[in-house]
């Protein structure tokens, strides 16, 4: 397959192995009659087709967490700023892990598997509350623009 990614030649016998299986069987006759069907509760509707073939996998993941109980924000604070961030929806795991699995105090350090190979990584380091913020600094510069494709889902 990676060669067919990348766009190099196959070798013959690496092509037919590429074939395509015969296609399935029909499936039988069913014997539901539509009142049956339409009347059905509500997710058990009868199968029309083939048996359907399921399967489940469950993955574990483990979180880091560090906490701190004297920190000076609040769990709701941090809850807060991951809802601007949730629209990614990768990033919706970690606010909800925050909301629901947290024992007492305040995760200054929290490590969770977002993918199988991406962990979101949030420490807090050195935090201090500043009075001497100037509205400068919240001031979008005149040379700023907007890339319409950079986030097309928000």
Same mark, same amino acid.
């Given at each position: 397959m990676?060669?067919?990614?990348?766009?190099?030649?196959?070798?013959?016998?690496?092509?037919?192995?590429?074939?395509?299986?015969?296609?399935?069987?029909?499936p039988?006759?069913?014997? *539901?009659?539509?009142?049956?069907?339409?009347?059905?509760?509500?997710?058990?509707?009868?199968s029309?087709?083939?048996?359907?073939?399921?399967?489940?996998?469950?993955?574990?993941?483990?979180?880091?967490?560090?906490?701190?109980?004297?920190?000076?924000?609040?769990?709701? *604070?941090?809850?807060?700023?991951?809802?601007? *961030?949730?629209?990614?929806?990768?990033?919706?795991?970690?606010?909800?892990?925050?909301? *629901?699995?947290?024992?007492?105090?305040?995760?200054?350090?929290?490590?969770?598997?977002?993918?199988p190979?991406?962990?979101?990584?949030?420490?807090?380091?050195?935090?201090?509350?500043?009075?001497?913020?100037?509205?400068?600094?919240?001031?979008?510069?005149?040379?700023?623009?907007?890339d319409?494709?950079?986030?097309?889902?928000?």
């Amino acid at each position: 397959m990676q060669s067919l990614a990348i766009g190099s030649l196959m070798a013959e016998d690496e092509f037919i192995s590429l074939q395509h299986r015969k296609s399935l069987p029909p499936p039988r006759r069913t014997t *539901v009659t539509w009142e049956e069907y339409i009347n059905a509760a509500a997710g058990l509707a009868p199968s029309l087709g083939r048996a359907q073939v399921l399967k489940q996998n469950t993955k574990k993941f483990k979180a880091l967490v560090a906490m701190a109980e004297d920190f000076p924000l609040s769990i709701d *604070v941090l809850l807060d700023i991951l809802e601007i *961030v949730a629209p990614f929806k990768h990033f919706d795991k970690l606010r909800c892990f925050c909301k *629901v699995r947290m024992p007492p105090g305040f995760p200054v350090r929290i490590e969770i598997p977002i993918l199988p190979t991406i962990s979101a990584k949030v420490t807090f380091q050195k935090f201090m509350f500043r009075n001497d913020l100037t509205s400068k600094i919240f001031k979008i510069p005149k040379s700023y623009r907007e890339d319409a494709n950079r986030f097309p889902d928000l």
